[in-house]
Every structure is written in C-alpha cells, then in structure tokens.
C-alpha cells in the first residue's frame, strides 16, 4: 500500500486547469520548440493540446508560449517566461505535496515500521576547498554534471521513506536554493560541529507528528552515494533499531567506515548535549559495540568532493556511470 498524490489547479469556476498534464505540455514544448511536437510525445491531438493552453492561459491572464517563426521546420513556439515561472511553481508545489503526503502517510499508515528522520550537514567551510589568491565559494553550489554539487545529496534522500528531512547551513547562498527546492532549512552562524548536530536534531524533531526513531545524518559532498545505499541502512536499522548504523566499504577483509551515519532514539539525548566542536563520530568512539556497518558496493561512494580536483575526479566518475 502506497500514497498516490496527484496535484491539480482549479480556477475560481471550480474546473480544473493546470496539472501533471499541462506541465508536461510546456516542458515538452521548452525541449522540442513545438506545440505539435510537444503534443504528439504525449499522444495528444494538437487540437486538444492547444485547447489545454489556451484554458490555462485564461484562467492565469497570460500567454505560456510565443510562436516563432522561420526555422527548419517553418516556426514553432517557445514557453514564455509567464509560462516558465508557472512551470517552476507548479512543481515545486506538486514535489512539496508529495512529499509531506508521503511522511503523513507514513506516520498515520506506518507508526508500527522504525521511523527516521534526516539531517543534511551543510555548515561545513570547505577550506580544503579554496585555492591560494582565490575569493571563497561554497563547494556545494560549485557545478557538478549540471547541477550544484548538494543537489545530489537532496535528490538521493526525495525519494527515502523519511519522516522528515532539513539542511543545516552557515551559508544563506545555500539555504536560499535548499528552500527554493521546498526543502526545511536552518541557517545559523554558530562555529562548532555540535552546534550543527544540534540544531538538525532539533529542527527534524519538531518537523515529525511522532518522534523518530533514528536520524540519518548525511553529508552534502558525497556526490556518489546513492540512494540504494541509504534505503539498504535504514532496513538495517529497523532490524536493529537500537544500533548505530553507518555505511561502510569491505574488500580483502579490510573495512573502511563512512558517512552517512544512522543514529537510535536512545543517543538522541547524547546528540542535542555533544561536546563542544565534536560530532556524531564522538558516540561511535564511545559505544564502539553499538555500530552496525552496511557495506556500499562501491568506495566511491564515500568519497568527499575536498578539492577542486577531488571535485572533478568524482564528477568525472558520475559522467562514466550515466547511463
């Protein structure tokens, strides 16, 4: 059993106007330069999907497309900047729907199944990062295969069965694309790693209608991890949801432990009173028999983008797999 959300706009007559349908129209026309083409991907008569926009275009008081003219194919349409922005609202709406229906459903559905809750550390300075002379720039939002290195953290944790999820940053830059993304973020200037534990903890805390039962505390510069990788350590940690889980890497019997690190409820206390410019890796040291490893089928995935080279490796690595 599964929640399926389906997000509709209705004009003030009450009929429907704007959809997954409609949105997949106009980013059909924004790749092709065409209506009918658009149309034709989606096995709709031109008719009924210009009859689609002009409804759309109505109720909004707007025009979603220009036609162009002259071309290979003799014109076609572009999507308006009106229409772009509609597009970019609607799915963040839509995407923020979906997701806070998928933790409703999980709390009032699921209470019986181990809860958890993820914080994304984001607050790091990444002074590794900076080359000699060079103004300073947030690694997260540096480029990676098209898009800010933090959205592959964000795009792998969408889709995990979370009760709720926030990034912790220092970095306004980073918290205005993290909310823009209709993702829950801290931004603080508190100096020590504590402090970002901390105040994830409590922030994914207040989000869930019932405590967690863990927290997935992952990093924003693992580009490779995958979410396969994370859903296989949180079925480890509902079998043993009294344990500290963390991924790991295992070859020649040699194990090498990595991030993302999954803690119980019961370390929650320890957590929100860590001291002072010390994080999750304090507890590990400290109940060494409480850690259960999850291995990852690939070492890459641990890896962190700490340089501009490291950054390039990786990204590199990300273009090779693709498929």
Not at 29 to 44: K, N
Not at 55 to 71: H, K, M, Q, S, Y
Not at 260 to 275: A, E, N, Q, S, T
Request: proline share 7%.
């Amino acid at each position: 059993m599964t929640p399926d959300t389906r997000v509709t706009l209705i004009a003030e007559d009450g009929q429907r106007f704007f959809g997954e349908g409609p949105c997949r129209l106009l980013r059909g026309i924004q790749e092709t330069s065409s209506l009918r083409a658009a149309a034709g991907r989606m096995g709709l008569a031109y008719t009924k999907a210009l009859k689609i926009l002009r409804r759309a275009e109505a109720v909004t008081g707007t025009p979603l497309t220009i036609p162009t003219v002259g071309g290979k194919g003799g014109g076609g349409s572009v999507v308006s900047p009106e229409g772009l922005a509609l597009l970019e609202r609607y799915e963040l709406f839509r995407d923020t729907c979906i997701r806070e229906n998928a933790i409703a459903f999980r709390d009032v559905f699921q209470r019986d199944v181990p809860q958890v809750a993820a914080v994304i550390m984001a607050s790091g300075l990444g002074k590794r990062f900076q080359e000699d002379g060079t103004p300073w720039k947030n690694k997260l939002l540096q480029d990676f295969c098209g898009a800010p290195l933090l959205s592959r953290i964000l795009d792998s944790t969408d889709a995990l069965p979370l009760s709720a999820r926030t990034v912790v940053t220092r970095d306004s830059a980073v918290a205005a694309y993290t909310r823009q993304r209709g993702i829950n973020t801290v931004l603080h200037d508190l100096p020590h790693r504590s402090d970002t534990v901390r105040l994830g903890l409590e922030r994914v805390l207040a989000l869930s209608l019932w405590e967690p039962d863990g927290v997935l505390f992952c990093p924003g510069d693992q580009p490779l991890l995958r979410m396969e990788s994370m859903e296989a350590l949180i079925q480890a940690f509902r079998q043993h949801p009294d344990q500290i889980h963390r991924l790991c890497y295992e070859e020649n019997g040699t194990r090498t432990p990595g991030a993302p690190v999954l803690f119980p409820k019961r370390l929650f206390g320890d957590l929100l009173h860590l001291p002072e410019g010390k994080g999750g890796s304090f507890l590990i040291k400290r109940e060494p028999d409480l850690v259960v490893h999850v291995p990852v089928a690939d070492r890459e995935e641990l890896s962190d983008a700490d340089t501009p080279e490291e950054l390039a490796r990786l990204a590199a690595l990300a273009e090779q797999s693709a498929p």
